[in-house]
Antibody, heavy 120, light 110 residues
């Protein structure tokens, strides 16, 4: 069974940083791109960032470019999202998602999310 | 990266069919062939129900179907059931190698 487990969220003051982690299991981790999607409380989904299977490609939403950095450690079956210069509008549940194989562009497995709350 | 436009809410009675639209307002989505749909129940993670406009993953009910016309993709739910009461989001791959979600639609089964 495919599993993605996020951690690292919490309550943080504006301007501070957090490092979100996602550990995958039940699939060949180094074969798949992994993405982050966030959802503010009571609102819709927003794609945040993605990283290719070998870290050769990293992409970001305009809203987080320059503040967030994605990385992965295939030996640890983990993906990380370093979130800096946090703003109140970054408050959201952050989901780690697995992209489909090959050139498929869908997200076929989702974690349960880790909640980031930015408030003074 | 403008969000795709969906109706805020749609409703239907058990057994009926309903359709949710997902309209792209910019050319960022290219040919719009990489549209996927996700179902989300309250407090749960989203679930993939349609990919590449009209393909259903294994295990997803055949009551869900997808289509596309021009810059508008659609999700149709046939034979509406109580368990279909949920939020639905479309998503598209863009020409900038990024992704954009729709604004989301709340489906209410009356």
């Amino acid at each position: 069974e495919v599993q993605l487990v996020e951690s690292g969220g919490g309550l943080v003051q504006p301007g501070r940083s957090l490092r979100l982690s996602c550990v995958g299991s039940g699939f060949i981790f180094d074969d798949y791109a992994i993405h982050w999607v966030r959802q503010p409380p009571g609102k819709g989904l927003e794609w945040v960032s993605g990283i290719s299977f070998n870290s050769g490609s990293k992409v970001y939403a305009d809203s987080v470019k320059g503040r967030f950095t994605i990385s992965r450690d295939n030996a640890k079956k983990s993906v990380f999202l370093q979130v800096n210069s946090l703003r109140p509008e970054d408050t959201a549940l952050y989901f780690c998602v697995k992209r489909g194989s090959g050139n498929y562009r869908y997200f076929d497995n989702w974690g349960q999310g880790t909640l980031v709350t930015v408030s003074s | 990266q403008s969000a795709l436009t969906q109706p805020a809410s749609v409703s239907g009675s058990p057994g009926q069919s309903l359709t949710i639209s997902c309209t792209a307002t910019s050319s960022d989505v290219g040919d719009y062939n990489y549209v996927s749909w996700y179902q989300q129940h309250p407090g749960k993670a989203p679930k993939l129900i349609i990919y590449d406009v009209s393909n259903r993953p294994s295990g997803v009910s055949n009551r869900f179907s997808g289509s596309k016309s021009g810059n508008t993709a659609s999700l149709t739910i046939s034979g509406l059931q109580a368990e279909d009461d949920a939020d639905y989001f479309c998503k598209s791959y863009t020409t900038s190698y990024t992704y954009v979600f729709g604004t989301g639609t709340k489906v209410t089964v009356l």
